[in-house]
């Protein structure tokens, strides 16, 4: 997508989007906070924890496919060229008012750590027995990378838009039961 697009849509002048966002790829990095602060507050709504945490992470992307098609692989194209994960942006108080009416307590202007979710998520689900405890917890974190860019990327390879099938037959690899 072009800059010109997305400013029109936005109804802002690149002026103006440049003082937010010092290239346009920042704007997937923004969006991508917006999503981990959606999903922090469904956790603090309706606590989820172990793999079903996972799975609704998941989830959530295979649902947003379909609603912002694209997005997630313009995404992994862009971290796959700064070779890193990105810093996620603070959200102001401003912002959090205005994205989040009447939920602003349930927002942290810090950004969560996806890797540090994944790595309670796969403790929880040690715990539960549901992933073996003989596997390191850094590996399996690493896996859960993997798997939430990886199995996006392989279904939209095969030209499916059965998203979560494809997470979760790559989740259903490192569970004890296989399910």
């Known amino acids: ?71 997630m692989l313009s995404l992994i194209g862009y971290l796959s060229e700064v070779n890193m994960h990105p810093n ?34 796969i403790e929880e689900a040690k715990e539960d027995g549901d992933i073996s405890g003989s596997v390191p917890t850094d590996d399996l974190v690493k896996a859960m990378f993997t798997i939430f860019y990886g199995a996006y990327l392989t279904a939209h390879l095969y030209n499916s838009d059965r998203f979560m099938e494809f997470y979760d037959l790559h989740l259903k690899l490192i569970l004890t039961n296989g399910a």
């Open 1 to 71: 997508m072009k800059l010109e697009e997305i400013c029109e849509k936005a109804e802002v002048s690149k002026v103006t989007f440049f003082k937010f966002f010092p290239q346009k790829e920042d704007l997937l990095i923004y969006f991508m906070r917006l999503w981990l602060a959606n999903r922090m507050i469904e956790f603090k709504l309706q606590p989820t924890r172990g793999i079903a945490a996972i799975r609704h992470l998941f989830r959530s992307v295979a649902d947003n496919a379909g609603e912002k098609p694209g997005l």
């Open 88 to 121: 996620m942006p603070v959200l102001s108080d401003a912002e959090i008012q205005i994205l989040y009416p009447g939920k602003e307590e349930l927002v942290d202007a810090e950004a969560p750590n996806l890797g540090e979710l994944f790595h309670r998520f």
